[in-house]
């Protein structure tokens, strides 16, 4: 450990990387916490929604934010970031975004070695749904195809409701409760070489893990996000920020931050280890960090 490092993140004082409980930043909350406690500083993760966090971020509480998917929450960027200001844009990862309602590729294409047959041929195009909805109904869902969602306090962000309705989809949407059981209800239907059709999103290590393709919705326009949603969502680039105070007042620890550059395939070896591996976020992380501390070390 470079003791010049230690000394200078020790005076900067205690700092917060903030998750609002997916995985993507639950570990680089993680990660963040663990690198700069093990260069000598001070660091914690703290939980809690992106409303509340960048609130208290603008008021000047030392809290960093490594993922942050813009589009999702456009008003508190323009709020923090662009308007009262209070909070600073550090950059934005190496990997884009991307979201959506996803399907299993062998439910349009089949797969001969599982003898799997094509349940809809017709898709990505989201107009052969109606033709499909049956492959998708559940016992829950009756007659109508089932949209599997994660957590309900996702919801206000993606429109599904209105989607749904707005392009006369025969489908309901099913909450599966949480990340861990949306992941679980793909990987029982994945296994099982059944039809599916749910929320997703990349980066992520199911779209690594299992061969997915994203239904082709109308094209994202400014006009029917937020109204009708009858639409793509929208191309995502993903954001990291701080309090205003980390770049004037935490030199070290904001050279850190600019020097960060974890990659997607870093990013799903962690999560790999949570997901099937059955660690923690912590102890993902530290296993992580032991085997590549050439990487981790090179951002002070």
């Not at 260069?39 to 809290?63: C, D, N, W």
């Not at 949209?147 to 949407?173: H, K």
């Not at 059955?278 to 992580?288: E, F, N, R, T, Y």
Request: hydrophobic share 35%.
């Amino acid at each position: 450990m470079d003791s010049a490092i230690a000394s200078a993140l020790k005076e900067e004082g205690k700092v917060q990387f903030t998750t609002s409980g997916d995985l993507e930043k639950d570990i680089q909350a993680n990660l963040m916490t663990a690198v700069v406690n093990e260069l000598g500083g001070e660091a914690e993760v703290l939980q809690g929604a992106v409303t509340e966090t960048m609130a208290a971020a603008s008021k000047g509480q030392p809290i960093v934010g490594m993922a942050y998917w813009r589009w999702q929450t456009p008003e508190l960027w323009d709020k923090y970031v662009k308007g009262e200001g209070g909070v600073v844009e550090v950059g934005t990862t190496d990997y884009p975004g991307e979201e959506g309602w996803y399907v299993p590729t062998y439910v349009i294409k089949g797969d001969e070695k599982r003898g799997i047959k094509p349940a809809c041929p017709g898709l990505p195009n989201c107009e052969a749904l109606n033709d499909c909805a049956s492959a998708f109904a559940t016992a829950k869902t009756g007659d109508k195809g089932q949209y599997m969602s994660g957590a309900e306090s996702w919801a206000f962000a993606y429109g599904d409701p209105q989607r749904i309705e707005n392009l006369n989809l025969n489908y309901e949407m099913v909450f599966a409760g949480s990340e861990a059981a949306l992941y679980a209800d793909l990987t029982r239907a994945y296994e099982q070489g059944k039809p599916w059709l749910g929320l997703m999103w990349r980066p992520n290590y199911m779209t690594q893990k299992y061969d997915l393709t994203r239904v082709e919705f109308p094209k994202h326009s400014a006009e029917c996000w937020g109204k009708t949603y009858a639409c793509q969502w929208p191309d995502t680039v993903i954001y990291q920020w701080a309090s205003s105070v980390i770049e004037k007042d935490h030199p070290a620890l904001w050279k850190i931050l600019k020097n960060y550059d974890l990659n997607n395939d870093q990013l799903q070896e962690m999560q790999a280890k949570v997901i099937d591996g059955g660690l923690s976020p912590q102890q993902a992380v530290k296993d992580w960090m032991q085997d590549n501390r050439d990487v981790w070390t090179s951002w002070a």
